[in-house]
């Protein structure tokens, strides 16, 4: 009896192992995409609760500043005026992010002040997803 494999058997288990890395990891790229858009779409609504939900709790007037590097939530106007909320934006994912480059204001309702309504696409590699805050401040998460 002899142990032990002959260099054949090793190389084809080898070439088994290199075929099947070789399905997986492109369909696993673009799962790892899907969850970071998914992900940098889902920061976006919660900092614009956040906003909203601050502006009614202070009873002052807030704004929500979108950008590519950062989210951040601010109290406008006061005393006590100032950054409440910031978190980095998508681009520190790797995430792409279009849509309008005006503040989203709350008046101290809560209710959307000026321009509130805009579409957002994050993107990543084939992955995309949108968010769409309508004029009266209601968000949708749109899957592309």
Known sequence: MRSGVSLPELIVVLAIVGLLTAIAVPSSRNLLAGIE???????LISAHRIARFTAIMRGRSTRLDIAPESLV???V???GAGVVWR???PAAE???????TYPL???PFGLPHGLGNGTYTFSRGSA?????????????????
């Not at 858009?37 to 920061?43: D, G, I, L, S, V």
């Not at 995309?128 to 592309?144: E, F, Q, T």
């Open 105 to 107: 204001t709350f008046t």
């Open 87 to 89: 978190t980095p934006g």
């Open 37 to 43: 858009t998914e992900r940098a779409a889902y920061h």
């Open 77 to 79: 106007g006061g005393a």
């Open 128 to 144: 995309r997803r949108s968010v769409v805050i309508s004029r009266l401040g209601r968000l949708r998460l749109v899957r592309d």
């Open 94 to 100: 790797g995430v792409a992010l279009e849509g309008p």
């Open 73 to 75: 939530v601010r109290v």
